[in-house]
């Protein structure tokens, strides 16, 4: 069968997902993530894909119950002051 714009019956041209290159949707492969190429751009998926991790089974040996929060309270001597001193610096900063 030659390659160029030959006839065939039932067959379509397409253009490849990677390369944009114009190919018979019978030559076409669809790859792993759903794009259909051509074959120079057709590559297996990467078996590591397939592999799954197991859990971590992270715990620690002994748990203590959450304390609960103690408040105090605070009495502050009230000096009836209520003007800011101000300070001398010489002229300088």
């Not at 030959?6 to 990677?18: A, E, F, M, N, P």
């Not at 089974?57 to 105090?72: E, G, L, M």
Request: glycine residues 6%; aromatic residues 12%; hydrophobic residues 30%.
């Amino acid at each position: 069968m030659s390659r160029g714009w030959s006839y065939v019956s039932g067959d379509w041209w397409i253009l490849c997902d990677v390369c944009s290159r114009k190919i018979k949707a019978s030559e076409s492969k669809k790859r792993w993530d759903g794009f259909q190429v051509c074959a120079d751009d057709y590559e297996q998926r990467h078996p590591m894909d397939f592999i799954k991790a197991r859990a971590d089974k992270i715990s620690v040996p002994f748990t203590r119950p959450q304390p609960t929060d103690q408040f105090t309270s605070v009495t502050y001597a009230d000096t009836q002051n209520t003007t800011i001193p101000s300070g001398t610096n010489n002229g300088e900063l």
